[in-house]
């Protein structure tokens, strides 16, 4: 692989990361707005969060087979014109259904984009490297959301928001038009019968209960912020600016978590990576103002060391043909599955209070880091 085709991946994979996070972080900015002008309960608010993710989850697996049948550059001309649809369909809604509706369009095109871009990188030599750089586009795309979101409706609109990444979307189709394929592409139908390992089944039980605890901390972060601090803006701006700013410190873990992962076993960081989430959110269960901003922002640098650990250890334990449908499989679990944190976490905050959230999401990781523990025993390096 040349310098210009290394340079052209990361910036087509990295575009397409960002995007998929920087769109899919636009509606917990927009919660507030959303609750005032359809009239609904934090119920039904956690139902478009699970419509979202829950749409991304069911398009990641097809989108695993795809790529090993299509090749990787066909589903990401799919992923970005889709994108660009979804998002105008999403500027256009005026109504709750339509919103769920879009939502549900918006999810599913989503799901498209990782096994495709994960494939991709995959190739690499020096994957965790390349895994780290692609989590920073990512993590990038996550703090420009609820930022970008926030700005937006402040000044305009949040349906604006869809409709900037809308035509951002269009020139990653154009990007894509002109990348080159690596020879080795499978040009034929992948056999659904996957020797699964025992390390493969333990790291989908701990990226599905992940999804869990992930998507439900960042999804109601911009709500909680809004609440619980005050810093002389309106509740939008205030949630979606400290979102941003604590998802922006996740580079800080993707990049460090890449390092760290080529230096030391990553079976055994990922235990620590998943463990170390869990004093944070209890800290913040009880913190106000100040404290909470501090623990959210040590919470969010050691929350995205996982994603090249645990992308990089998939690689490790997956031969190359089949590995889209493996990396599927984990994205679909961990976002299909996560999604339900939006309406489970719609109930503790409507029933009971918007901080026992966090507390949940922190026991949620428990059985996830006794997964990883049991992983350190299991993985083998394929």
């Not at 922002?297 to 929350?303: E, I, K, R």
């Not at 880091?369 to 390096?381: P, Q, R």
Request: charged share 10%.
């Amino acid at each position: 692989m040349n310098k210009s085709t290394e340079k052209h991946i990361i910036l087509l994979t990295g575009l397409g990361h960002f995007l998929v996070h920087c769109v899919t972080m636009i509606l917990p900015a927009i919660l507030i707005l959303l609750e005032s002008e359809y009239e609904i309960s934090l119920v039904k608010l956690g139902t478009l969060v699970t419509t979202q993710f829950l749409f991304m989850g069911l398009g990641g697996l097809p989108s695993g087979v795809l790529v090993d049948r299509f090749s990787s550059k066909r589903i990401l001309i799919i992923y970005f014109i889709g994108l660009s649809l979804s998002c105008i369909w999403l500027y256009n809604s005026t109504s709750y259904l339509s919103f769920v509706i879009g939502m549900a369009s918006l999810g599913l095109v989503a799901g498209l984009y990782h096994p495709a871009g994960l494939k991709i990188i995959s190739h690499a030599k020096d994957v965790s490297r390349y895994m780290a750089y692609h989590g920073v586009f990512g993590s990038l795309g996550l703090a420009t959301g609820p930022l970008f979101a926030a700005w937006v409706s402040n000044s305009f609109t949040w349906r604006f928001a869809y409709l900037v990444i809308a035509f951002i979307s269009f020139f990653g189709l154009i990007m894509t038009l002109f990348y080159s394929e690596e020879k080795n592409e499978n040009p034929q139908w992948p056999s659904l019968k996957v020797n699964l390992s025992h390390s493969h089944i333990i790291l989908f039980t701990v990226s599905a209960i992940w999804g869990i605890g992930h998507h439900g901390v960042f999804n109601f972060l911009p709500y909680y912020f809004s609440e619980r601090v005050e810093l002389g803006f309106n509740p939008v701006t205030e949630g979606g600016f400290l979102t941003g700013f604590v998802l922006l410190l996740g580079i800080i873990g993707q990049l460090f978590g890449g390092r760290i992962g080529n230096r030391y076993p990553r079976k055994s960081l990922l235990v620590w990576v998943v463990g170390l989430n869990i004093p944070f959110l209890i800290i913040m269960t009880f913190s106000w103002g100040t404290p909470l901003i501090f623990f959210a922002c040590m919470m969010g640098a050691v929350n995205f060391m996982f994603q090249p650990i645990s992308n990089s250890l998939i690689a490790d334990v997956s031969p190359v043909q089949g590995r889209g449908l493996i990396y599927g499989i984990s994205f679909a679990l961990s976002f299909g599955v996560g999604s339900f944190s939006g309406i489970i976490c719609g109930y503790i905050g409507d029933y009971l209070q918007t901080n026992m959230i966090f507390m949940a999401m922190a026991l949620i990781l428990i059985p996830a880091t006794i997964f990883a523990w049991l992983l350190k025993k299991n993985v083998k390096k394929s």
